[in-house]
T-cell receptor, first 114, second 116 residues
């Protein structure tokens, strides 16, 4: 069964600190993995996308890693800011019969405190 | 704004009401989607349209009725909803169903629906 699990469910950190969010997946055949940021009351916005051959992808203070062997990904946030408070959703794309299906995780809710 | 606009942003409706959600994109995308987002659950795919044709109905109750008059507009018609239908309804678009690597979804901001 295609599944994406994220941990932790929620996280509280102080402004300026770093944090790492985890994503484990059992999706086949794997196509790519995306991290989305979703602010409260808004739709998700893409942060990074990684294919099978990519290990690391950065977008400013966000760095995503992918280990295709262990089927794990992480999102590392450096020097957190109050605006980083949001839900972070891991999405894995599976290819089948010429089209793509997206399997969503439940997200990690991050709160950054001043 | 992401390029995908949803209206209204908030909607409160009674169980006997009929209302519609609207989604509009001018990104030149050919695929459009409706998702339901409930608390502590993954996004649930409801409907998929590709080049105006419905390609997927993910076992959605008939009280939800989608309409896609053209590749830029998508509607979700609602009638006789239940309180458990209260959720954030997200519209998304993508280039099309066959191309994915360098594309992906663009989401709207959603409609927060409350059924009373």
């Amino acid at each position: 069964k295609n599944q994406v699990e994220q941990s932790p469910q929620s996280l509280i950190i102080l402004e300026g600190k770093n944090c790492t969010l985890q994503c484990n997946y059992t999706v086949s055949p794997f196509s790519n993995l995306r991290w989305y940021k979703q602010d409260t009351g808004r739709g998700p916005v893409s942060l990074t996308i990684m294919t099978f051959s990519e290990n690391t992808k950065s977008n400013g203070r966000y760095t995503a890693t992918l280990d295709a062997d262990t089927k794990q990904s992480s999102l590392h946030i450096t020097a957190s800011q109050l605006s980083d408070s949001a839900s972070y959703i891991c999405v894995v794309s599976a290819r089948g019969s010429g089209t793509y299906k997206y399997i969503f995780g439940t997200g990690t809710r991050l709160k950054v405190l001043a | 704004e992401t390029g995908v606009t949803q209206t209204p942003r908030h909607l409160v409706m009674g169980m006997t009401n009929k209302k519609s959600l609207k989604c509009e994109q001018h990104l030149g995308h050919n695929a459009m989607y409706w998702y339901k987002q409930s608390a502590k659950k993954p996004l649930e795919l409801m409907f998929v349209y590709n080049f105006k044709e419905q390609t997927e109905n993910n076992s959605v109750p008939s009280r939800f009725s989608p309409e896609c008059p053209n590749s830029s507009h998508l509607f979700l018609h609602l009638h006789t909803l239940q309180p458990e239908d209260s959720a954030l309804y997200l519209c998304a678009s993508s280039q099309d169903l066959e191309r994915d690597i360098n594309y992906g979804y663009t989401f709207g901001s959603g409609t927060r629906l409350t059924v009373v």
